[in-house]
């Protein structure tokens, strides 16, 4: 589907064996194009956290290749994973959000590491706060919000130094229908801006009212890539 140009994300005949012999991918193959919104579903232990591992470098490919942003991460060296790590925006089911900072330092973070200007990090926070809601919530501390506002400063931090590409792991697991309808909403107006978003998710029906491509694994394998237009026969 494209050249390494288009493609934000990129698996080329990928697997991934665990030491101990666990396989945990099998001959993965699919692209992103860049800008695009895209699920990962299948069952627990089907792979999604590895495959998200690979993009990431948290892991390496036992064979295959693993392209992101036209960049061969099979060719990089471990030291190129903090550059590689910068151009990614990361969602966690339980938030890791720091407990002894505020709300707007949790998200300020990242632009802190980078090295930013302090008037540049203040826009920037205030920025990505009022992208989820949650602008008047800048000097709380993170127990203080509920489950689903904790989501959303996770998202804000994630996207606060605009990345071109944000990856989430069952980011609605802990949390209810509405709210996880209210959060993938959310993850389609950052598409909507130019972000590659990839969602991995076991929430079958709401992935079919987002209307969006599915990636499905099964014991290691990509057993299925339906269409935005398709994605009603998910089941």
């Known amino acids: 589907m494209g050249d390494n140009a288009r493609a934000m994300i990129r698996f080329e005949q990928v697997s991934k064996r665990y030491p101990g012999g666990k396989q945990a991918l099998s001959g993965v193959n699919f692209d992103i194009p860049r800008g695009s919104m895209v699920f990962l579903t299948g069952h627990s232990g089907a792979g999604k956290s590895t495959l998200l ?14 392209l992101v942003g036209g960049r061969n991460l099979s060719k990089l060296p471990d030291k190129a994973a903090p550059s590689v790590r910068q151009q990614i925006g ?8 720091l407990n002894d900072k505020t709300v707007g330092d949790n998200v300020a973070l990242p632009l802190m590491i980078a090295g930013l200007r302090v008037s540049d990090i203040r826009k920037r926070v205030r920025a990505a706060l009022d992208k989820v809601g949650l602008l008047d919530r800048a000097k709380s501390w993170p127990l203080a919000l509920s489950g689903g506002e904790q989501q959303r400063v996770g998202i804000a931090r994630a996207i606060v130094s605009m990345p071109p590409l944000l990856l989430a792991d069952e980011p609605t697991g802990n949390l209810d229908p509405d709210l996880s309808a209210e959060l993938f909403g959310l993850f389609r107006s950052v598409s909507e801006a130019g972000v590659t978003v990839l969602i991995a998710s076991h929430d079958l029906s709401l992935i079919r009212q987002m ?4 990636l499905v694994l099964s014991e290691g394998r990509l057993v299925d890539d339906i269409p935005a237009q398709s994605v009603r026969r998910l089941s």
């Open 211 to 214: 209307g969006q491509r599915v």
């Open 90 to 97: 990361m969602i966690f089911q339980d938030h890791k959000l």
């Open 53 to 66: 591992r690979l993009v990431m470098m948290l892991e390496r490919a036992s064979r295959g290749q693993v």
